[in-house]
């Protein structure tokens, strides 16, 4: 009878294969790595989510108050463009139409259909805050009471005025017939909902352009 010695090393003999510790271990790291990679891209969308949101929050916010600022120049039975310091308005009279106030008068008195100059509200400008980015367009209502001012339109930067204009959008420094009322809102910050963007928190690139013309006055 012949024998047969196996003179393979012990190791070669041993099946090759990852013992369960090992197992355990890829597994533990490979469900982490993917749970990790989930997670990331879920807060990359709830984030841009978020931006996408107040973007649009801002906008729907801006074109409420731009609707209503529009609504009552077009519906203005006169109005004047000047300065409003104090509780004090005054009209533009010599050179450029151009001020920080929009004073509307939306009523007639219908016994000899004139403006009634007592009833109007009052657009302004107030940067007193500007340097901080946050111009402010505030709204006094005088149509039935003294009104307390209240803020329309936050967050501005310049510029911060009401020009008229013709129809070929020169500013005008005289009245004359259906003159276009021309603002501009640039704002430097979002403000619904409470998102941070940027280091600064300022979004420096959202810009509406207001033109509206009255739809009666013809003149001063």
Request: aromatic letters at 14%; a neutral charge.
């Given at each position: 009878m012949k024998m047969f010695v196996n003179n393979l090393p012990h190791r070669a003999r041993q099946s090759s294969g990852f013992t369960l510790v090992e197992v355990?271990?890829?597994?533990?790291?490979?469900?982490?790595?993917?749970?990790?990679g989930l997670i990331a891209v879920n807060l990359m969308g709830l984030r841009e989510n978020q931006l996408l949101e107040s973007k649009a929050g801002a906008s729907d916010?801006?074109?409420?108050?731009?609707?209503?600022?529009?609504?009552?120049?077009?519906?203005?039975?006169?109005?004047?463009?000047?300065t409003y310091s104090g509780s004090t308005f005054t009209t533009d009279t010599n050179g450029i139409l151009q001020g920080n106030a929009l004073i509307i008068y939306p009523l007639i008195i219908t016994s000899n259909q004139i403006i009634d100059a007592t009833k109007y509200v009052v657009y302004y400008f107030d940067a007193s805050q500007v340097?901080?980015?946050?111009?402010?367009?505030?709204?006094?209502?005088?149509?039935?009471?003294?009104?307390?001012?209240?803020?329309?339109?936050?967050?501005?930067?310049?510029?911060?005025?009401?020009?008229?204009?013709n129809y070929q959008g020169y500013t005008q420094t005289v009245r004359t017939y259906k003159s276009v009322i021309h603002a501009t809102f640039q704002y430097?910050?979002?403000?619904?909902?409470?998102t941070q963007v940027g280091s600064n928190?300022?979004?420096?690139?959202?810009?509406?352009?207001v033109r509206a013309t009255p739809y009666l006055p013809d003149g001063p």
């Open positions: 355990m271990i890829s597994t533990f790291l490979m469900v982490t790595f993917i749970l990790g916010s801006a074109r409420m108050a731009i609707t209503k600022l529009k609504n009552d120049i077009y519906g203005a039975k006169g109005w004047e463009i000047g340097a901080n980015k946050n111009g402010l367009l505030m709204y006094l209502d005088h149509t039935s009471t003294n009104g307390t001012s209240i803020i329309s339109v936050s967050n501005l930067i310049d510029p911060l005025y009401f020009t008229a204009e430097a910050q979002f403000q619904y909902p409470l928190s300022f979004f420096n690139s959202y810009r509406i352009d």
